[in-house]
């Protein structure tokens, strides 16, 4: 008994062990959206006009103005929010008209810390910022000496470090139905907003909800056609993942 008993002891783990009870166990990793700071974060589309807000959201003039004189709300966060909350951003370019900070003139990309001075709407690097203003103590802008609060005039555009504030499924207006009505039509009618050229997909997840708990309470956002194809990808890559690995069709026996 005693040398069947030593028989089983072994001095290994199987596979499906390792995978399922111990170190090999990794949670599934879903892909998220991030939007590229030089995007509009109402229409999705490369801004010409950009303004933020306090918070660090970057929208186009054109896109931002009618939503908020007609919603008086913030189309991220659902928070209220009105036309002088609005702060005009200038983005300076380089001789070849890439984004960067005139200060260090390195160029902006998606691993940048990109920053806004509010009272002056400049847009530097967070690194320009931290060396000239921050440690030295002297709160002017480094390009019109016009003074700023370090605790409040300094936004936060884009942060590495911190990239879920620019995860597209989070935004409120996309994690919200776009289902629309004949008022909305007429008022797309009236703005030019044409939805024709959206996915034939995006029929069947008209009346589809992704992530309901980061929805709020604002009134329903009309949707550009760039908008409604990204909502229907993250609508049909979750039905996706919902729905598992196919199954393997079993061989029939002869």
């Not at 260090?104 to 990309?109: C, D, G, L, S, Y």
């Not at 597209?168 to 139905?177: G, K, L, Q």
């Amino acid at each position: 008994m005693g040398k069947k008993q030593h028989s089983k002891d072994r001095m290994f783990i199987t596979r499906t062990e390792w995978n399922t009870e111990w170190g090999g166990y990794k949670e599934k990793k879903t892909s998220k959206r991030v939007l590229p700071f030089y995007c509009c974060a109402l229409s999705l589309q490369p801004f010409e006009h950009p303004y933020c807000t306090r918070d660090g959201y970057v929208f186009d003039l054109t896109a931002i103005l009618p939503y908020v004189k007609k919603h008086k709300t913030h189309p991220i966060t659902g928070h209220k929010l009105s036309v002088k909350d609005l702060i005009k951003l200038t983005f300076h370019k380089n001789d070849d008209e890439q984004l960067h900070c005139p200060i260090t003139r390195k160029i902006f990309n998606a691993s940048s810390y990109i920053v806004a001075i509010a009272t002056t709407g400049h847009v530097y690097s967070y690194e320009a910022i931290k060396e000239l203003n921050l440690k030295k103590n002297d709160f002017r802008d480094l390009l019109d000496n016009v003074p700023f609060s370090s605790a409040t005039d300094i936004i936060t555009i884009q942060d590495p470090q911190n990239p879920s504030k620019q995860h597209i499924e989070n935004f409120a207006h996309i994690a919200r139905s776009i289902t629309t009505t004949d008022t909305d039509d007429k008022e797309d009618a009236a703005l030019k907003i044409d939805h024709h050229d959206a996915d034939d997909d995006e029929q069947a997840s008209r009346s589809t909800y992704l992530n309901p708990e980061v929805v709020t309470s604002h009134a329903q956002v009309r949707h550009t056609a760039a908008t409604k194809r990204v909502f229907a990808e993250i609508v049909k890559e979750a039905n996706t993942q919902a729905a598992g690995p196919p199954r393997k069709k079993s061989k029939k026996s002869t």
